[in-house]
């Protein structure tokens, strides 16, 4: 009979499973198991450390709802989700626009808009946002996908202002479609910066851990078009204080952007603009970029 220590414990849970039949399952798992078994014994976990990363979890666990998602907030904070989208990035085929994260607040079923429609129902100083969704050569991609989500001119999005709202209506949202030469224009505001919602366990880590919890200001896009990999990503404000220092790690250089005040291709007079042209890389394969998910969603499936 084996004897079972902290070295062995490691071998012994591998031979347990490794009757998995699904390949992928097996890799994801054996690896899941070394390097947790190995972080224990790096910082020699104790079993009042190991009981209160148990509930620690279970926190995280108890705060998601239909419309919050505590684990992707963790992820994002870990710098986990950021990890995964350059994996993604790095698997494309061909150059596009770098990705960044969907964030906890996506939601399915954005309202369809027409080009140069406002997606803020009460706007203090509207912005046109324009520009087109080209292939890797530059080419328009007629009629592409093109939906946005961001929060107010407060930092507040729809969802927190709507908190405890069985069926929260949608506001800072819209989905759009691209003209036949893959150009786009629409209307919003400027969104604030905000600090992540710290009322829960992962507000209490990032707390303990003397970190600020902002995020700067920045607005989510999702464009996509058949035969073309699913671009999640957002643009940041430039001038913003926290674009250094982003607690969930979003921010890359290509991803920031100028409010031009006298622009005269801008498709909209007498608004400050942005222009930013979106790059689409071909589909390799099937499968999404997304790096989160409408929490409703989630816990229909956890459900």
């Known amino acids: 009979m084996r004897a079972i220590d902290h070295n062995t414990i490691t071998d012994a849970a591998l031979e347990q499973m490794s009757a998995t039949p699904n390949p992928r399952l097996k890799q994801i798992m054996e690896g899941l198991v070394k390097h947790l078994h190995e972080f224990a014994r790096e910082v020699d976990l104790t079993p009042e450390e190991w009981i209160q990363g148990i509930g620690f979890l279970t926190a995280v666990g108890q705060k998601c709802t239909p419309f919050r998602q505590e684990f992707i ?3 994002d904070t870990l710098g986990f989700s950021a990890l995964i989208n350059a994996l993604h990035d790095k698997r494309g085929v061909e ?5 960044s994260l969907l964030g906890p607040f996506y939601r399915e079923g954005s309202p369809e808009m027409n080009l140069g429609d406002c997606i803020v129902a009460s706007p203090r100083q509207q912005v046109v946002i324009y520009g087109q969704v080209t292939d890797a050569a530059g ?4 009629n592409a996908s093109v939906e946005i989500w961001q929060t107010d001119e407060d930092g507040s999005y729809d969802l927190q202002k709507q908190d405890g709202v069985e069926i929260p209506s949608m506001d800072m949202r819209g989905h759009f479609h691209a003209d036949a030469e893959g150009k786009y224009y629409l209307r919003t505001v400027i969104p604030l910066g905000y600090m992540i919602p710290m009322d829960g366990p992962v507000g209490d880590m990032i707390l303990a851990q003397k ?3 902002y995020r700067p200001s920045h607005i989510h896009f999702m464009i996509g078009a058949p035969g073309y990999r699913e671009l999640a990503t957002a643009l940041y404000t430039a001038g913003d204080d926290h674009l250094e220092s982003d607690t969930v ?5 290509s991803l920031v ?3 031009n005040k006298d622009d005269a291709n801008a498709p909209i007079k007498g608004l400050p603009s942005i222009r930013y042209d979106f790059q689409l890389a071909l589909a390799a394969k099937l499968g999404s970029g997304r790096v989160g998910a409408d929490p409703s969603q989630i816990t229909k499936v956890g459900a």
Do not use: E, N, W
């Open 73 to 75: 907030l963790l992820s």
């Open 257 to 259: 952007i100028q409010v």
């Open 95 to 99: 150059a596009s626009t770098k990705s």
């Open 249 to 253: 790690f979003g921010v890359t250089d």
């Open 139 to 142: 080419k328009g991609i007629p």
């Open 211 to 213: 970190r600020h919890g």
